[in-house]
């Protein structure tokens, strides 16, 4: 033991989804064709506000259609949301954490699908493996699948209880698409959001 020495250790604070904040105008309303902005702040689980950049946030936007937001990294803790909305109406919007591990923030162009035809189900799976490669072998986890490309769509996951998980999608106009399987998202505080869209201005 070292006499007249005191030894401080940190523990490094992680992003909580639940204390980190949304806001700005884009949350509360939209037009038609114009962008749309809001403001995300990180917050530590002491609830420190973060000072730093790095996190993955993911913005998708459903309602009269299917979207999703851009985010810039302004590497302060801070991250600017921007979207544009070309069809008036209802949207909910989610503002999502991305977490690392498994299959977290992968995208795969036309690589994990089959054929699949316009207008009928068709499905994949997905099998959950940890850190090193080992098989889960139980459910429980949380995936988010998204297809982006002529149109927009979610997969309806469904958890086998058994580290594989059934991903059921309906794509309605044939064209090339892109998949995204997101793996460990959490919403943020009060996502999702509400907004209506109004009918772009005529001139």
């Known amino acids: 033991m ?3 020495w005191s030894i401080r250790s940190s523990v490094a604070q992680i992003t909580d989804a639940t204390r980190s904040l949304s806001s700005g105008s884009g949350l509360q309303y939209a037009t038609a064709g114009i962008l ?13 506000r973060r ?19 851009s985010i810039i990294d302004n590497l302060d803790g801070s991250y600017q949301a921007t979207y544009t909305a070309t069809i008036s109406g209802a949207y ?7 977490r690392e591990g498994g299959l977290s923030a992968e995208y795969f162009e ?3 699908l089959e054929l699949a035809t316009a207008g009928v189900q068709a499905e994949f799976s997905i099998t959950a493996k940890d850190l090193y490669g080992n098989l889960k072998g139980q459910g429980g986890d949380t995936f988010l699948v998204r ?13 086998r209880q058994d580290g594989t998980y059934r991903v059921l999608y309906t794509l309605t106009q044939s064209g090339t698409y892109s998949c995204a ?12 959001f509400r907004i ?5 201005r005529r001139n």
């Open 51 to 69: 000072t730093s950049g790095g996190d993955e946030f993911l913005v998708q936007l459903d309602g009269s259609q299917s979207l999703r937001g």
């Open 2 to 4: 070292l006499l007249g």
């Open 147 to 159: 297809f982006t490309g002529v149109d927009s769509a979610s997969g309806v996951v469904d958890d």
């Open 196 to 200: 209506t869209t109004q009918p772009a």
């Open 181 to 192: 399987v997101v793996f460990g998202a959490f919403g943020i505080s009060a996502s999702p």
């Open 110 to 112: 036309n690589v994990c």
């Open 36 to 48: 749309s902005q809001f403001t995300i702040t990180a917050f530590e689980e002491s609830g420190l």
């Open 92 to 98: 909910e919007i989610s503002v999502l954490l991305l």
